[in-house]
Antibody, heavy 117, light 107 residues
Framework: QVQLVQSGAEVKKPGASVKVSCKAS????????IHWVRQAPGQGPEWMGW????????NYAQKFQGRVTMTRDTSISTAYIELSRLRSDDTAVYYC??????????WGQGTLVTVSS | DIQMTQSPSSLSASVGDRVTITCRAS??????LNWYQQTPGKAPQILIH???MMQGGVPSRFSGSGSGTYFTLTISTLLPEDFATYYC?????????FGQGTKVEIK
C-alpha cells in the first residue's frame, strides 16, 4: 500500500518554471518507478515520463525533452517534476503515479498548474 | 507514437444496462493495454491490466478483452457508481499513450 501526497496548486506566468513534489509513504520508496502524467482540462491523460527512485535514471517523453526534469530525494521519499518555459497549454493537473507491471496503480491527488499572464 | 482511439466518446445508459466501450490501437500492441476509470476531480483508477486481467478489488461486472489492435471494456450490469469516464492506455512502447476517453452518463 502506497500513499502519494503532492504539493499544492500553482499559478505561473508564461515562460516561468514550476516544480511539483510527490511524497511517498507506506512502502519502500525505491521499490517502484514513479511516473508523471498530466491532464489538461477536458482532455485525456498524457504521459510525461518516469524516474527510477533507486538509481535516479529517467525516461522522458520526446514531447517534453529539454523542458522537463524529474528528480528525487530518497532521504525524504519525495519525487519532483520541474517543467520550464511554461506556455498556456501547459495548464493541467499533474499527477505522480507508481508503476506496477506496466500499469499505474497508486496515484497522487493531483496538482493544478495554471499558466496565465 | 501509438494512437489510441476510443468509441464512443460518450454514451447514455441506465442502471442495469450492459455497456461496451471499444479501444483501437494504431498498431499491434499485443495485450499491453490497460483500462482506467476516472470520476470528476479524482485521479484515474486502474480497472484492468494486460487487456483482460482484473486489478485486485475491482468488481467482477467489469471485464476486458482483445489483443493486437482491438480491445473492449464491458460493464455487465451498470450500477450508479459506474457513471464515470473510462480511458484505455497502451504500455507497449514509449511514449505510453491514452485514449481520449468515454464518458458514461445517466440516461
Amino acid at each position: 500500500q502506497v500513499q502519494l501526497v503532492q504539493s499544492g496548486a500553482e499559478v505561473k506566468k508564461p515562460g516561468a518554471s514550476v516544480k511539483v513534489s510527490c511524497k511517498a509513504s507506506g512502502d519502500t520508496f525505491s521499490g517502484y518507478y514513479i511516473h508523471w502524467v498530466r491532464q489538461a482540462p477536458g482532455q485525456g491523460p498524457e504521459w510525461m515520463g518516469w524516474i527510477n527512485p533507486n538509481s535516479g535514471d529517467t525516461n522522458y517523453a520526446q514531447k517534453f525533452q529539454g523542458r522537463v526534469t524529474m528528480t528525487r530525494d530518497t532521504s525524504i521519499s519525495t519525487a519532483y517534476i520541474e517543467l520550464s518555459r511554461l506556455r498556456s497549454d501547459d495548464t493541467a493537473v499533474y499527477y505522480c503515479t507508481t508503476e506496477s507491471s506496466r500499469s499505474f496503480d497508486y496515484w497522487g491527488q493531483g496538482t493544478l498548474v495554471t499558466v496565465s499572464s | 507514437d501509438i494512437q489510441m482511439t476510443q468509441s464512443p466518446s460518450s454514451l447514455s445508459a441506465s442502471v442495469g444496462d450492459r455497456v461496451t466501450i471499444t479501444c483501437r490501437a494504431s498498431q499491434n500492441i499485443n495485450t499491453y493495454l490497460n483500462w482506467y476509470q476516472q470520476t470528476p476531480g479524482k485521479a484515474p483508477q486502474i480497472l484492468i491490466h494486460d487487456a483482460s486481467m482484473m486489478q485486485g478489488g475491482v468488481p467482477s461486472r467489469f471485464s476486458g478483452s482483445g489483443s493486437g489492435t482491438y480491445f473492449t471494456l464491458t460493464i455487465s450490469t451498470l450500477l450508479p457508481e459506474d457513471f464515470a469516464t473510462y480511458y484505455c492506455q497502451q504500455c507497449y512502447s514509449y511514449p505510453w499513450t491514452f485514449g481520449q476517453g468515454t464518458k458514461v452518463e445517466i440516461k
